[in-house]
Structure formats: C-alpha cells, structure tokens
C-alpha cells in the first residue's frame, strides 16, 4: 500500500472511531494530514465521518487550493490550513464536537486544572480558543492564539481541536481531551477536586523529555510569581507557555517518597497521609499514555 493510501484509510479508521464514540453527529467534524511536503490530505465537507471511504477524501495545497477529488474539502478547511502555517513540526489536525469537552467550552471552563498526571505529560493544559463563526476567517484567527503552545484546545460553544507528529497522536489527544473533560466533571459534581501541586507537575513536564514526548511550549511562570501577564500571552496576544492550575505545595510532593515518608507529613488526624498515587501506579499512567501517543 502506497504511503498515500494509507494514510487515507487511516483518516477513514480516525472518522470511523469518532462517530461510534459520538465526537461527532451527523456530518461534523473533520479530519486532515500533510501529504510530503507541499500537500494536504483532507476530509471533505458534507459526509458523515462514521461512513467514509478512502476515495472521498481532497487533496488541496498549503493555500487550500484543490488539487484533487470529486468532493469540495472541508468547510473548516481555513482552521486546518492556519495550524499548519503555524505549526509546521506537526503532521495531522482533528477536529470534533466530544460531548463533555464541548459542554466545558460551552461553559467558558478550560480544562487547566493539574488534576491527572497523564494529562500533564501529554497536552499540558487545554485553553479555550474564543468564539467564532464556524467556517470563516474568525475561526483560524481565534485559534492562531493557542496554536503555537498548545496541542489541543476547546473552541468556545462549538468543540475541540488536536494536533499531532501523526495522525494518530492527533487522534488520541481527542480521546484524551474527552476523558479528560469526563473524570473533570465527575470529580466536580461528586464535589471535590485535589490538585497536583506546582512542583510535581514541573516533575511530570521533565517526565515529558524522558519519554520523548515533544511538548509544544513550558508550563507558564507561576502567575503568583509576578512573572509576566500570567495568562499565558506575548506582546502580540500569542500564547507562548501553558498555564496550568497548580497550587504550591512548598516543596512537598503530592506523593511522598515512601511509607516512612508519609507518616512523618501526617497531620494529628493522620488525614494528610492519605495517599492517592503510589511512584509505581504514576508510573503506569504515564506509560500508558505514552502507549497511545505511538
Ligand atoms: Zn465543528
């Protein structure tokens, strides 16, 4: 099989598990990869992505020009080409509509909180890009904000977009993105929600050079620390780091080194002992996730 036909049946498998996960309905979402070097290949627009075929999809250049197909690419073609322009280490786009993350744009709440270790080594944090009419010059231009340090973000009362070094990666970070977004507002209606604190993420995100996850940006200067805007943001409104919700444990793990260990950070009513995460399960989760990024 040709290094084209591949990656086209691999854009039919991507759709294929969108629709039966419910990321879309009917014919929303869409799906894109670079094709060598000056080429894209993309879904089309107006088809259900549960339902294609490897002939259906467009072949346009870097400026959305169609070079090949019967169908029309994309109506959200502007987006896709925009991540490209800015991104250039990356190869593949999707985007969908996931039901719990899209209610969290919907609700204006990004998904920053340090709440899972495996989140933290994957996506960092998953801004909201503002709102903007599907379809048009809007979109791409509320994007271009996040793009540049950020693998994944929440487009505000409309859904989610993930890049990735393939397709696949692109994939999974929507699959992430959702689960994310789930076990988020699970912890949030049963009422409580612990947070990883500042230093073990800054431990996770070294734990991301380790495994050989590329990240796109660091994790932004503790806005506490008085280090710039906090938000995240450069002179021309671009983010340049990522701003993650993690409170200061003052040098103290979440996690302590040992049994020994956390008995001696045990309050009076011993509830500070309380351990939620062994090394070994930690470990596990991170490896896991590294899994479904290969
Ligand atoms: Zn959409």
Redesign the pocket.
């Known amino acids: 099989m040709s290094a084209e036909a591949s990656l086209r049946a691999d854009i039919v498998e991507v759709g294929r598990r969108m629709y039966a996960r419910r990321y879309t309905a009917s014919n929303?979402?869409n799906i894109s990869a670079r094709l060598g070097a000056e080429r894209l290949l993309m879904t089309p627009k107006s088809v259900c992505k549960g339902f294609m075929t490897p002939d259906m999809m467009c072949i346009t250049d870097l400026e959305g020009r169609k070079l090949q197909g019967e169908r029309d690419p994309s109506s959200?073609m502007l987006m896709h080409l925009e991540v490209y322009r800015q991104r250039p280490d990356i190869q593949a786009v999707v985007?969908a509509?996931p039901p719990i993350a899209t209610g969290f744009a919907v609700a204006g709440i990004p998904l920053d909180r340090a709440v899972l270790a495996e989140v933290l080594t994957t996506l960092g944090s998953i801004p909201i890009a503002a709102y903007a009419t599907?379809s048009t010059a809007e979109l791409p231009e509320a994007v271009r904000k996040y793009i540049k340090a950020h693998d994944g973000m929440l487009l505000a009362n409309?859904?989610a977009l993930t890049v990735g070094g393939d397709l696949f990666s692109a994939y999974y970070k929507m699959e992430t993105i959702e689960h994310f977004a789930t076990i988020s507002l699970v912890a949030r209606l049963l009422g409580r929600e612990n947070l990883i604190a500042r230093e073990e993420v800054l431990r996770l995100q070294e734990l991301r050079g380790t495994y050989g996850i590329a990240a796109p940006a660091p994790i932004c200067a503790d806005p506490a620390d008085g280090g710039g805007s906090g938000d995240g943001s450069a002179g021309d409104d671009v983010a340049t780091c990522q701003l993650v919700q993690a409170p200061s444990g003052g040098g103290q793990r979440l996690v302590p080194d040992s049994p020994d260990a956390a008995r001696a950070s045990a309050g009076p009513d011993g509830k500070d002992a309380e351990i939620r995460l062994t090394y070994r399960q930690l470990s596990a989760l991170i490896e896991d996730a590294i899994r479904s990024l290969r």
């Open positions: 929303d979402g959200e985007h509509h599907p409309h859904g």
